[in-house]
């Protein structure tokens, strides 16, 4: 993850300030997923239970988490092809970490424990032949993440809400011979509120910001995937 300031690093060896450790972790996780044709050919309902968890090393043990989450898409292609596609979601995550642990008697351990509610709206559109076709997408996310810890001494997660929006534009330009171009602008903003004033120390994690940015891919489709990418691709994490 990054360098981490290791609470119980500093208990076991009794030393001030806390030194910083690599934050490492283990994920697994499940799903299971429902789809159903409402209008065939034109719109489509898709349904997405799961669980994601993580296991840290030692070092960060108030971090492992478990995280049920639950995911509702609608899709529709107004012209019952692929020209045009729109496409609206929600999604509900709700992580439950380990939060401050017994072990670490001095500090106060981080507790991540949050529930985001995020919305998703992404439109895609296709025109020209095939091995010159040309797309063009856009999409915005809104994320809501109210942290849900009750330990009224962890000052930087009890009663914190993070507000989250990501936009993304996307091209994709065939080339020929299966040559294309792609590229990706997205920004990224974040707000977050306190209840109460934090003084100077700083959190482990990032709070508010801007984040602008930009990439540009030039690469060859072997058509196993049928060349549906729409430009570059970004992740977001569940932290």
């Known amino acids: 993850l990054r360098n981490l ?3 119980r690093t500093a208990d076991d060896l009794g030393v001030l300030p806390p030194p910083r450790r690599e934050a490492t972790y283990r994920r697994h996780g499940s799903f299971v997923r429902l ?8 719109l489509n309902l898709q349904a997405t239970y799961g669980r994601e968890g993580r296991n840290y090393n030692r070092c960060f043990d108030e971090r492992d988490s478990e995280m049920p989450f639950g995911e509702i898409e609608v899709g529709w292609q107004p012209w019952g ?3 045009l596609r729109i496409r609206v979601s929600f999604r509900r995550e ?4 380990g939060g401050n642990l017994p072990g670490t008697i001095f500090f106060t351990e981080d507790d991540i424990s949050s529930r985001r ?18 797309t063009i997408s856009a999409g915005y996310e809104k994320e809501r993440r109210n942290y849900s810890t009750g330990n009224v001494n962890d000052i930087f997660h009890f009663d914190r809400e993070d507000r989250r929006s990501i936009t993304t534009l996307g091209l994709r330009l065939e080339l020929t011979d299966g040559w294309f171009l792609a590229a990706l602008g997205q920004r990224e903003s974040n707000r977050t ?8 120390t700083l959190p482990e994690e990032a ?3 801007d984040e602008n940015l930009y990439q ?10 049928g060349g549906r990418g729409s430009g570059p691709a970004s992740g977001r994490s569940s932290e």
């Open 216 to 225: 540009v891919g030039f690469g060859y489709d072997f058509g196993i995937a």
């Open 117 to 134: 509610d995020i919305w998703g709206l992404d439109a895609r559109f296709r025109w020209g032949r095939k091995g010159r076709r040309k």
């Open 94 to 97: 709700d992580l439950h970490a």
């Open 35 to 42: 789809g159903q044709e409402l209008m065939p050919g034109s």
């Open 81 to 83: 092809e692929q020209r």
């Open 207 to 209: 709070t508010s910001f």
């Open 5 to 7: 300031r290791s609470d």
């Open 193 to 200: 509120r306190f209840p109460f004033a934090t003084g100077s």
